[in-house]
Structure formats: C-alpha cells, structure tokens
C-alpha cells in the first residue's frame, strides 16, 4: 500500500522558518519524483517544488526560491521542504505526491493528506 505522510506544519510568524516532512512507503522511492504542493482556501492548488530521486533534479516556484530548500533522505524514504523566511502568503495546506514517471504530477499519482502552514503577519 502506497502511503505519503506528511509532518511538520503549524503556526509560525512572518520570518519564521518550517522544515515539512514527506514520508513514503509502498513504492519505489529512489526512482520517484517527489514533489510538494500548496492549497489556500479559495485558490487553486500550486506547485511549490519537486525533486527527481533518480537524477537529483530540483525545481522552485518562483515565489519560494531562494527561501525554500527540498531535500531527500533515501535511507528515511523522506523528503524534506525547508521553509525560510516565511511569509503570510505562504499559508496553506501543504501537500506532497509521488509520481514514478513525472514531473509533471497528476491527479492518478500518489498524495499525501496534506499539513496546514500558518504565516501569522
């Protein structure tokens, strides 16, 4: 069973940092692109970043580089988003998925249930 668990939101001020956590079981891991995404309430789901296990590739969103780092832990099976410098606009439902063949990523790939980021001003 394919299984994304995601840790490490919650409540942080403006400058604050969060490291989130994707922890994943039940498929190949070395071989996968991970990547993470962002949802806030009335808005469209969007890419944060990714990174391809297998060739070590990363990918930004223009609105987090150069504050956000992705990493990945294959011992841990664990991929990691490093927040720097957050900013309210940064608040959201923070999601990751598993993709074999991407990017891109797809609804019919595997998703974690997400966990919420708060950025109080």
């Known amino acids: 069973e394919v299984q994304l668990v995601e840790s490490g939101g919650g409540l942080v001020q403006a400058g604050g940092s969060l490291r989130l956590s994707c922890a994943a079981s039940?498929?190949?891991?070395?071989?996968?692109?991970i990547g993470w995404f962002r949802q806030a309430p009335g808005k469209e789901r969007e890419g944060v970043s990714w990174l391809i296990n297998r060739d070590g590739r990363t990918h930004y969103a223009d609105s987090v580089k150069g504050r956000f780092t992705i990493s990945s832990d294959s011992a841990k099976n664990t991929v990691y988003l490093q927040m720097n410098r957050l900013k309210p606009e940064d608040t959201a439902v923070y999601s990751c998925a598993a993709s074999p063949q991407g990017p891109p990523f797809t609804d019919d790939d595997y998703w974690g249930q997400g966990t919420q980021v708060t950025v109080s001003s």
């Open positions: 039940g498929f190949t891991f070395d071989e996968s692109a």
